[in-house]
């Protein structure tokens, strides 16, 4: 096979001037075309864009948070109330999350006994027969004791051993129980460490003094390296709105992106902020939806009997997640791609030779000019001794 360069030279040799003129110059375009798109792709997207130069490594990352904020509720049922960052944040702490609660539903003072279950088509009932002792019903809130008794005025329903009042979760307050929540603040501390390269940082920046800290909120304009973040801006930078997320509760991500090149200086790896909400909100699929739990407080009075309060807490759970690479010079994989991209150039004599025998008008012009066929020389030597014995 004749390359593309000594093509040329067969076409001199042995064609017109005119048509090797014409045709050379079509064929020797096409081969630095070629030549020039690998080394574009190469320099450019190699070297500049994937910094193919550098060793890389995947962040190692720890976090805690704090949660601050205070909030006021006045209730006929509790009258007024202070709830602090013992009452809302639910645990206190967790691994790479925080919840706060939002929204609320409150069933005091119940205790282990005897009363109506709520009302549906499982537990309504007009006799005593339409209850079945003993059955548990996969919803329900206790032991059916096979009495039918009455709920309110107009409807009956099954008796049921649990603990009682049993909790009516109908009607979700809205707005949210805890609607102030939105001016809650959370400190994000994260430290992150590439092994690969023994770096560490954290991103309470060395520049950030406690002077700042106490005054300073998240803001991507004004304050982009501020660790602390109000929550109703966190769930407005994800395009949502933080009153109606209270309401039903959700889960939302703060990410942290940890990008470092550190063939720079360490002042530059710096951490990237974003949000976004994690469970979907669509208006097509309302079922369960949001992010809620039950716990209860027990209490036990004089007389050693025990009670508790069941609560349902609505929130916004807060997921950190931190991500990142980090990339420094390294001559093994700078070599590697070096060696590949000189390899790609031979590429372009296998390419200019397709374009010009599959693609081009007078490809079987240039087939029949690139390929000679002979005889078989060792063949014919045979055949002539043969004939001489």
Request: glycine share 6%.
């Amino acid at each position: 096979m004749v390359s593309c360069g000594a093509f040329h030279s067969f076409l001199f040799e042995y064609d017109t001037p005119r048509i090797v003129l014409i045709r050379s110059r079509k064929v020797g375009l096409i081969n630095r075309g070629v030549q020039l798109a690998i080394l574009a792709y190469v320099i450019g997207w190699v070297f500049v864009w994937e910094k193919g130069y550098q060793e890389t490594d995947s962040v190692v990352s720890s976090v805690t948070t704090k949660v601050k904020g205070v909030t006021l509720t006045n209730t006929s049922t509790l009258g007024a109330r202070i709830w602090d960052v013992a009452d809302y944040v639910i645990p206190p702490q967790e691994e790479n999350t925080v919840f706060v609660m939002t929204n609320v539903i409150l069933t005091l003072n119940q205790r282990q006994g005897h009363c109506p279950e709520l009302p549906d088509d499982k537990t309504e009932c007009k006799v005593k027969k339409d209850c079945v002792p003993g059955y548990i019903s996969t919803h329900g809130n206790g032991i059916q004791t096979g009495e039918c008794v009455p709920y309110n005025s107009s409807v009956k329903t099954c008796e049921v051993f649990a603990w009682c009042p049993v909790e009516d979760d109908y009607h979700i307050p809205k707005p949210a129980f805890l609607q102030e929540s939105e001016n809650f603040t959370i400190l994000v501390k994260n430290n992150i460490w590439y092994p690969k390269f023994n770096f560490s940082k954290r991103n309470i920046l060395p520049t950030i003094n406690s002077t700042y800290l106490k005054n300073c909120i998240y803001d991507s304009q004004t304050d982009p390296f501020c660790p602390i973040f109000r929550l109703g801006k966190i769930v407005e930078a994800a395009g949502q709105n933080f009153q109606e997320m209270a309401v039903e509760g959700g889960v939302m991500a703060l990410q942290i992106n940890w990008d470092c090149n550190l063939d720079r200086a360490a002042s530059h790896c710096v951490p990237k902020y974003s949000f976004r909400r994690l469970d979907n909100k669509d208006s097509a699929h309302t079922v369960s939806p949001g992010y809620n739990f039950r716990f209860a407080k027990y209490y036990k009075d004089s007389n050693d009997t025990e009670s508790r309060t069941l609560v349902k807490a609505y929130g916004i759970r807060f997921d950190i997640i931190v991500f990142g690479k980090a990339g420094k010079f390294d001559v093994i994989p700078t070599m590697i791609n070096i060696g590949s991209g000189l390899a790609l150039f031979g590429v372009a004599t296998v390419l200019c030779d397709i374009v010009v025998l599959y693609c081009m008008k007078k490809k079987y012009y240039y087939r029949e000019k690139k390929y000679k066929y002979v005889e078989d020389y060792e063949l014919g030597v045979s055949e002539t001794d043969g004939t001489n014995s």
